[in-house]
């Protein structure tokens, strides 16, 4: 399978530590040798979004398949990298969603998007309501207190 970027993280954070994501303000810059503003037409309209891309700075090396204590807190249970959302899965992709403040030209403004300037992005989809779980969510204490201070 060949996956190639849509486009690019522009601003924001520019190293990758856990935390207060909400105050991040960056630009997706869709890729204007593949795109024209009509890919995004619409997308205005949503209030959020999803976006998929690439952990592109994690060394292949440093990939984990097996369990590990999330982010390294020996008081957090040993869990397998698919019960956490750590960037050193496999693949070294991650999803995020996030506030859409705008949309101009090629460029989509976000706010809370927990990836960092120069991200490869792989897919943006406007989140609707009826996507999101259905029932009651649940969740360990230790996930919990992890996202405690993520946004």
């Not at 040993?78 to 101009?104: H, T």
Request: net charge negative; glycine share 10%; aromatic share 8%.
């Amino acid at each position: 399978m060949i996956v190639e970027p849509i486009g690019t993280v522009v601003g924001g954070r520019s190293e990758p530590y856990d935390d207060d994501w909400t105050v991040e303000r960056a630009t997706i810059r869709l890729d204007a040798d593949r795109f024209g503003a009509e890919a995004l037409a619409g997308l205005a309209e949503f209030s959020h979004l999803e976006v998929v891309f690439a952990f592109h700075l994690v060394d292949e090396a440093k990939v984990q398949t097996g369990a590990r204590h999330p982010r390294g807190n020996p008081d957090w249970p040993l869990v397998g990298i698919f019960a956490q959302r750590g960037k050193n899965r496999p693949n070294r992709l991650g999803v995020s969603r996030c506030r859409l403040l705008a949309v101009d030209g090629l460029d989509v403004r976000v706010s809370g998007l927990d990836a960092i300037d120069g991200t490869p992005v792989l897919d943006v989809k406007p989140y609707m309501a009826e996507f999101g779980p259905l029932g009651e969510v649940r969740q360990p204490a230790w996930a919990t207190e992890l996202m405690r201070d993520y946004y």
